[in-house]
Structure formats: structure tokens, C-alpha cells
């Protein structure tokens, strides 16, 4: 159980165009989804928290307007690269929590989505 | 976010030794920490979990120390297999202020068989 998946789970696109990676919860719901950015030999860098039904929560630094979050379903959050170019090559990846009813709530990882822009 | 290092980029054990990654968090509040594995190409996998109010936590060939007083964290491998070769990050969070986690630098092992 707990399982989530990305989809796709590589891309490669031309600098200017937008990129739509989706997250899904294949076995739960998840009201809270969050999405990392991981550059080669790096750590994974929190980018936003991605609410079902509400706005995201983005971390600082991330630009809103460049990576779009929607959670439209208990089950799916979709990051959308807007107008990609080079230096937003980097391997994404979103993790689901699932609520445990216990004083903690664990978070379960995609596989992650490779993202090359040319 | 908070600030979570480090101290090794890199370890190299020989199969059946122990192996020892460390960690260091700055900010004293964080009360939750998990230590994840991640392989080539994957995403994190949870091997372990503390809590502020613990300083040890064993699991199956795993132990994770943790010392508030100087803000560190330990993640001990029994009798480490050429699978457990991959990078294993400290992530740290706050309870009270959310579910975010703060990933650490990330640690490479390489299992020598």
C-alpha cells in the first residue's frame, strides 16, 4: 500500500515550451501532496506544498508563476514547468502524505520525473 | 527552510562492517527527524524515524542517535550489504508549524563487497 507514481517519468522538451508532471496517490487520498527539485549529486530542495483544493504553499525563493501547482483531486497534483529553459533541467519529485491518525502523518515518495530542457 | 547538513559527502565500507552517516541540524526547534535512502534514479524510501523526545531508535539493521545538545543526528548500518550502497539523506520538521520536511546535504555509501 501507499504507493505513488509520477508520471512521465522522463522528459525532454524544448527551451520555451511548458512541461505538466503529475503526482498520483494510487491507493490513498491525500489532501497534502509536496513537490522537491533535486539537481545532480544535490540534496532534494522542498519547492511548494500542494493542497487539495486550496492554493499552493510555495517555498521561498520558488517562483509561482514558473512552476504551477494544482491539486485537483485527493488523489492527483499536477507541477507544471511554464515557459522551461535550460537551468530548469533537474529531476522532480512529489511525495503524498498519508494521514495515519497518529500524531505524526507520513509522507510516501514518487519515483521522480527527469526533466531535460534543450 | 531549516538547516540540515552533513558532515561526509562520501563513505566507503567494506561489506559486514558497520557504517556510520552523520547529520547536523541547526535549528532547535525541529522535533521530527527521518532518515531516507535514495538509489540512482529513484525517489527517497523512509528507513527510519526519531522523535525529539527519544535520543535512540532501533530498527531492523539500523540505529538512529540523536543529540539535542548539539544538535546532531547518527544513522548506524549493521553489517552493511552492497545493498545498502546509495545516498541517505537526514530530513528534519518542525511539528507544530506544518508537514514540511528539510532534506539534509545527503551522504553517497559505497558497500565494497
Known amino acids: 500500500g501507499a504507493v505513488v507514481s509520477q508520471h512521465p517519468s522522463r522528459v525532454i522538451c524544448k527551451s520555451g515550451t511548458s512541461v505538466k508532471i503529475e503526482c498520483r496517490s494510487l491507493?490513498?487520498?491525500?489532501?497534502?501532496m509536496f513537490w522537491y527539485r533535486q539537481f545532480p549529486k544535490k540534496s532534494l530542495m522542498l519547492m511548494a506544498t500542494?493542497?487539495?483544493?486550496?492554493?499552493?504553499?510555495?517555498e521561498q525563493g520558488v517562483e509561482k508563476d514558473k512552476f504551477l501547482i494544482n491539486h485537483a483531486s485527493l488523489t492527483l497534483s499536477t507541477l507544471t514547468v511554464t515557459s522551461a529553459h535550460p537551468e530548469d533541467s533537474s529531476f522532480y519529485i512529489c511525495s503524498a502524505m498519508l494521514r495515519t491518525g497518529r500524531s505524526y502523518n507520513e509522507q510516501f515518495f514518487g519515483p521522480g520525473t527527469r526533466l531535460t530542457v534543450l | 527552510g531549516e538547516s540540515v547538513g552533513l558532515h561526509l559527502p562520501t563513505l566507503s565500507v567494506q561489506e559486514g562492517d558497520n557504517s556510520i552517516i552523520n547529520c547536523a541540524y541547526s535549528n532547535s526547534a525541529s522535533d521530527y527527524f527521518i532518515w531516507y535512502k535514495q538509489e540512482s534514479g529513484k525517489g527517497p524510501q523512509f528507513i527510519i524515524d526519531?522523535?525529539?523526545?527519544?535520543d535512540k531508535r532501533q530498527g531492523q539493521r539500523v540505529t538512529v542517535l540523536l543529540n539535542k545538545t548539539v544538535k546532531h543526528l547518527s544513522l548506524q548500518i549493521a553489517a552493511t550489504q552492497p545493498g545498502d550502497s546509495a545516498v541517505y539523506f537526514c530530513?528534519?520538521?518542525?511539528?507544530?508549524?506544518?508537514?514540511?520536511?528539510?532534506f539534509g546535504t545527503g551522504t553517497s555509501l559505497t558497500v565494497i563487497p
Open positions: 526519531i522523535r525529539s523526545n527519544m
Open positions: 500542494s493542497n487539495e483544493g486550496s492554493k499552493a504553499t510555495y
Open positions: 530530513a528534519e520538521n518542525i511539528e507544530d508549524t506544518g508537514n514540511q520536511f528539510y
Open positions: 491507493d490513498f487520498q491525500a489532501t497534502t
